[in-house]
């Protein structure tokens, strides 16, 4: 639930204010990014018994709900869904203890005497209209918050459904390899997590593409070595080896593709596969199953921004047993600044020593070359890895078929780099830093 938050000390008045959900909204997104939910709920959620008397008013992506006012409360609180991970800590920092100021209409209003006011909305209050004022708290969502939310406010249900968004409920992906992998997208939305993306279809293509070809190096015909001396294998990547996956959304394309494939070439290894929505780990393990995967690939709730701190003696032989990943992988994971810095921070403490980190960037969002600067602060050295396209491993014509049939977000997949890193710092650096997922 790393993408919702929750704002307390609204008076149950503004309930029924016309512009006051909009007003509320747009103060959220300017201090986190785009909204997919937002309801009132009132404030005593957590002792409601039905669902039906529960009157929510929400934003323009949802439809409203008018049943009968008299049962809120003196205060409501109000419940958001960012689009966008790993913006909702900062929100709640912006947004804690901010005073708001609101007209007859609901529409705020700031006072140029008092900087602490919220900003002011499109519509300017009237000079003589009367103006109510009271001070926000903002929490992280609780499981029952966000639960009451996805029941009353389903995303999107005023939209049109579209011939697109009906053949992304459930496809089959095949793979150069002729692997088939069936992925249903999440039913309950969840953010950017929600529907199969580009980059992991390109990382599935190139995961079959090493598995097959496995004692060849991964970068082709640029005999690239490994600090360790060893020219960087699909079998160094994942043969006997604890790979987790981070970010991997409702699709999870890249894990899948790797037991898959794994599944076929008779090669073992243990693998995670995580995210940090609920919505999208429920969606993640539903395409696991579908997949006949279960006992396969392990699905698990990681959030970046709360991982466990477990620490470890100092002595060298101890950081074995807390160090969960020989190889992580990832695909299209950083969407802001705030993304960059969670999922670097992320991989530094999940990584063992000496490992592998594979992942598929575009060029063109927000927070990459942050996210790129701190991988090289951190002492992960990069290399680009060669497309698929760019080499002789597989036929292009096979490619534009996956990439005409099977629909993603993400566009066209032209400007993704793949991009390889391995730490290159000191043992001792890292003890004390990581956290067991096994």
């Not at 039906?52 to 049962?71: A, G, H, I, W, Y």
């Not at 960037?361 to 990459?368: H, T």
């Not at 290399?383 to 002789?392: A, D, L």
Request: hydrophobic fraction near 40%; glycine fraction near 6%.
């Amino acid at each position: 639930m790393q993408n919702r938050l929750t704002l307390t000390g609204i008076p149950s008045f503004v309930f029924s204010l016309p512009n006051a959900a909009e007003s509320l909204r747009e103060l959220v997104e300017e201090n986190g990014c785009w909204i997919d939910r937002f309801a009132f709920l009132p404030n005593n959620s957590t002792v409601l018994k039905d669902d039906k008397e529960l009157e929510v008013v929400s934003s323009s992506t949802c439809k409203r709900k008018r049943k009968n006012p008299q049962m809120m409360k003196d205060t409501v609180i109000a419940v958001i869904e960012f689009h966008i991970e790993n913006v909702r800590d900062k929100a709640v920092r912006s947004l804690d203890g901010m005073h708001i100021k609101l007209d007859s209409r609901g529409n705020l209003d700031s006072s140029p005497s008092d900087p602490h006011f919220g900003q002011k909305d499109k519509v300017n209050c009237a000079e003589d209209d009367a103006l109510s004022s009271f001070t926000i708290r903002a929490f992280p969502a609780t499981v029952l918050q966000s639960k009451l939310l996805v029941e009353n406010c389903p995303i999107n249900d005023e939209l049109e459904d579209t011939e697109s968004n009906s053949i992304m409920e459930s496809q089959v992906m095949t793979l150069p390899n002729a692997i088939e992998m069936i992925i249903k997208r999440s039913e309950n939305g969840g953010g950017t997590g929600e529907n199969p993306w580009r980059g992991g279809i390109i990382l599935a293509q190139h995961i079959g593409s090493w598995l097959e070809k496995r004692s060849v190096s991964i970068f082709g015909h640029d005999a690239f070595q490994s600090k360790s001396g060893n020219i960087v294998t699909g079998k160094d990547l994942f043969d006997e080896k604890h790979v987790l996956e981070l970010g991997a959304g409702s699709a999870g394309l890249p894990s899948i593709a790797l037991a898959k494939c794994c599944e076929r070439y008779g090669i073992t290894l243990k693998q995670v596969a995580s995210d940090g929505i609920d919505e999208i780990v429920l969606a993640l393990k539903n395409n696991v199953a579908i997949n006949q995967l279960d006992e396969k690939i392990r699905v698990m709730n990681l959030d970046w921004n709360h991982l466990p701190l477990i620490t470890s003696s100092s002595n060298a032989h101890i950081v074995d047993t807390v160090v969960p990943a020989d190889t992580i992988i990832f695909a299209d994971c950083v969407y802001n600044e705030e993304g960059a810095e969670a999922l670097s921070d992320a991989i530094d403490r999940l990584l063992k020593y000496g490992g592998h980190v594979i992942g598929v960037l575009p060029d063109f969002r927000v927070g990459l070359d942050h996210f790129e600067k701190l991988m090289i602060a951190k002492l992960f050295i990069p290399k680009v890895v060669p497309r698929i396209s760019e080499s002789t491993h597989v036929p292009s014509s096979k490619l534009q078929s996956v990439r005409s049939t099977f629909l993603c977000a993400g566009g066209g997949g032209k400007d993704y780099r793949l991009l390889h890193w391995q730490c290159n710092r000191r043992l001792e650096d890292k003890v004390g830093k990581h956290v067991r997922l096994d």
